[in-house]
């Protein structure tokens, strides 16, 4: 079992900066793939950045460039750093755990947590 818990959502403006970071518990968190999707009103479920075990990341075209994910496996928690944010960016963000990066990318996930707002005003 894993429980996840994200943080740093919040209103920025256009090209600001926001860090998010989600705590997981449990022991076995270096076994999983670790990743973030969004969520805005009205669309589905994006796939934004994994990372494997062994902190190869992948991340999705609309953020390669600008969104950072990173892990600390002795510290139990993954981040997703977010630059230049633009209004489309706006969502729920939330952290999840995956067998694998490749399951991530189709937003399958094992464990979610509860989602963080993002906001971008224009």
């Known amino acids: 079992q894993v429980q996840l818990v994200e943080s740093g959502g919040g209103l920025v403006q256009t090209g600001d900066s926001l860090r998010l970071s989600c705590a997981a518990s449990?022991?076995?968190?270096?076994?999983?793939?670790m990743g973030w999707f969004r969520q805005a009103p009205g669309k589905e479920r994006e796939f934004i950045a994994a990372?494997?075990?062994?902190?190869?990341?992948v991340y999705a075209d609309s953020v390669k460039g600008r969104f950072t994910i990173s892990r600390d496996n002795a510290k139990n928690t993954v981040s997703l750093q977010m630059n230049s944010l633009k209004p489309e960016d706006t969502a729920v963000y939330y952290c999840?755990?995956?067998?694998?990066?490749?399951?991530?990318?189709?937003?399958?996930?094992?464990?979610r947590g509860q989602g963080t707002q993002v906001t971008v005003s224009s």
């Open positions: 990372m494997t075990s062994s902190g190869g990341a």
């Open positions: 999840a755990a995956s067998e694998s990066v490749t399951t991530m990318r189709y937003v399958r996930t094992d464990y």
């Open positions: 449990g022991r076995t968190f270096s076994r999983w793939a």
